[in-house]
């Protein structure tokens, strides 16, 4: 049953969906067409031709103050140069691109971890699909020289409810600002060097690629670490911040790759309470060996949770990790890698736009031939009105696979 269920859905995706990009990153793109089900009203953006607003900030602005209707701002390509903020007011926004490799917003800001940057979320339900986020103020250098680098954050997230396909994140410290809230990142691309991932979000991280960048001191020189980590200064790719063990939040990477030119930990705890689950992630070699790093709260690594399950590559060899790297129960590690558990418990993924969820939630699972498609065209008008209909075939979805 749970097998057709997938079957027709995606059937029905693919009948409308265009054609894949895979990009420079290994990450591949698909615009889904039929996004607008469930769509208020859809606006333009862009530098030329027939759009409604010349740059992202103005859609924005025209958003009504406590809007409860999705509201689309379809970007064209182009570089962006703005530095946006989505007021607490602004809920249900979409930014939307054909690819992230042509629709890039960019800003060159440094040395606020809250402010800084071309995007500031500070409103609930927020999707970006196909987007880059980039910081470009550390960037210049191919090997950035450590004293030189300020926090420079491409994206600073402040609410709940967050979701993110297809999307790249781009800076050398403190890239992603996973502050407040629970997000969802699927098919992403996150860069950086120093705490990339960091701050007390509960997010879910699934198939994205994490690109480790290289960086040296200001003279160049090698001190015994640099030598041990290849001539590079090594980093951290996460610095989360859960505070207490009654709270929730904590970051979890599903099934992703870690690659890159430097070398750096997993993570180092931001506060005392700090939890990160690496699960069936493949990691080359930019992985020093000691993996973690307890940072300011050495001596209270036994309220850290920095856990590995079933990681692959390299950079996954357990021999040289910190000995106080947790091993929690196979019940614990469903709870943290089910979107269902850990960051929708109250089914809050389930009210967003009833065509991106079959498209997250399918693509991928099955293959089908236009032939097959053709001979199921009864059953997708049948889908097709049930969605727009009734959109319980979401609820049925959500629950079943």
């Not at 290289?214 to 640099?226: L, P, T």
């Amino acid at each position: 049953m749970k097998f057709l269920i997938c079957l027709l859905a995606l059937s029905f995706w693919n009948l409308t969906a265009s054609s894949s990009r895979i990009s420079p990153h290994g990450l591949e793109h698909k615009q889904p067409k039929n996004f607008n089900i469930d769509i208020g009203k859809t606006v333009v953006v862009g530098q030329s031709g027939a759009t409604h607003f010349k740059t992202i900030q103005a859609a924005i602005d025209s958003v009504p103050s406590g809007n409860n209707k999705w509201i689309k701002i379809q970007l064209q390509n182009g570089i962006y140069f703005e530095k946006i903020v989505i007021p607490m007011e602004k809920e249900k926004i979409i930014l939307q691109g054909n690819n992230p490799l042509e629709v890039i917003i960019q800003y060159n800001d440094a040395g606020q971890a809250s402010s800084s940057g071309p995007m500031i979320v500070n409103a609930e339900y927020f999707i970006a699909i196909n987007v880059t986020f980039k910081n470009s103020y550390n960037s210049i250098a191919s090997v950035v020289p450590y004293k030189k680098i300020k926090v420079a954050p491409s994206i600073v997230l402040l609410a709940d409810k967050a979701w993110f396909y297809g999307c790249s994140f781009i800076s050398v410290q403190d890239t992603l600002a996973d502050l407040v809230g629970r997000h969802y990142f699927k098919n992403c691309y996150i860069e950086g060097a120093i705490d990339f991932i960091w701050g007390g979000g509960q997010s879910l991280y699934e198939k994205c690629v994490i690109y480790v960048k290289a960086m040296m001191n200001v003279k160049g020189m090698m001190n015994d670490e640099m030598v041990k980590s290849r001539g590079m200064l090594p980093g951290f790719i996460t610095a989360q911040g859960r505070q207490s063990e009654q709270d929730t939040s904590g970051f979890v990477f599903k099934n992703c790759e870690i690659k890159g030119d430097g070398r750096a930990s997993l993570g180092r705890a931001y506060r005392g309470y700090s939890r990160v689950v690496f699960y069936a992630t493949s990691m080359s070699n930019v992985i020093v060996p000691q993996g973690w790093d307890a940072w300011h709260y050495k001596g209270e690594e036994d309220k850290i949770t920095f856990v590995e399950v079933k990681c692959t590559g390299e950079g996954a060899n357990k021999q040289g990790r910190v000995g106080w790297e947790k091993n929690l129960s196979d019940t614990d590690i469903d709870f943290l890698i089910n979107t269902r558990t850990f960051i929708a418990g109250d089914g809050w993924m389930t009210t967003l736009p009833s065509s991106l969820h079959i498209y997250i939630n399918c693509l991928g699972k099955l293959a089908l031939s236009s032939v097959n498609i053709m001979l199921m065209l009864p059953l997708y008008i049948c889908i097709l009105y049930s969605l727009i209909k009734h959109n319980t075939i979401i609820y049925l979805f959500y629950y079943i696979l």
